[in-house]
């Protein structure tokens, strides 16, 4: 009995040593995040629906989907139940933030723009995809009018004015896609990377 006493006080005695040498484990810090991602269906898209889906610093996700499809829905909608994203998961869309340099992109880019001669590009009836970040004291929106055109997805001819900016957008986009299951079901991250 008095070997095991001895050994357990050993024990002990070597915890308490050790604690002064290394510091206590602390938990993984959840990344402060906040992100609002909205898609609005173009003129010609009568069976997408619009959606938009707010996700919190703590994991919760919003997601809210028009009842009806088609540009020009009316503007009722209905919450569906959505998995929360878990910290290593926030942390991973604020490093996607950063590495996409996202809160330096503009706040509106367009499929319609004058190219280098002056000529117009008119573009219409594209659907149109919001993100808001907000991390720490850092808030962006960006929206883009026609991201597949803007992005060159597929490529396109010719190339847009835009097309880093759009593809820095979309590698965000992409997670959020990954993230947030779309009711549209042809929204794929996969399309965007």
């Not at 989907?65 to 910290?87: C, F, M, N, Y």
Request: proline share 6%.
């Amino acid at each position: 009995m008095r070997v095991v006493h001895q050994a357990v006080f050993g024990v002990a005695l070597v915890l308490m040593s050790n604690s002064a040498t290394f510091p206590p484990l602390v938990a993984a810090v959840p990344e402060v995040i906040q992100l609002r991602a909205e898609y609005d269906p173009g003129g010609t898209c009568n069976d997408c629906y619009g959606w938009r889906a707010n996700i919190r610093d703590d994991g919760t996700v919003v997601l809210e989907v028009k009842t009806a499809s088609g540009w020009g829905a009316p503007d009722d909608w209905v919450q569906r139940p959505t998995e929360p994203l878990s910290a290593r998961q926030l942390r991973h869309l604020a490093r996607i933030v950063d590495e996409s340099r996202f809160m330096q992109l503009d706040a509106r880019y367009s499929a319609e723009y004058r190219d280098n001669n002056d000529e117009a590009r008119i573009v219409t009836d594209q659907d149109t995809v919001a993100i808001e970040v907000t991390r720490g004291e850092s808030h962006g929106r960006v929206e883009i009018y026609g991201l597949e055109l803007v992005a060159g997805i597929p490529r396109s001819e010719p190339l847009h004015k835009d097309q880093q900016a759009g593809r820095r957008f979309c590698r965000l986009w992409a997670e959020v896609l990954h993230m947030v299951s779309s009711p549209n079901p042809w929204q794929k991250a996969q399309v965007c990377r």
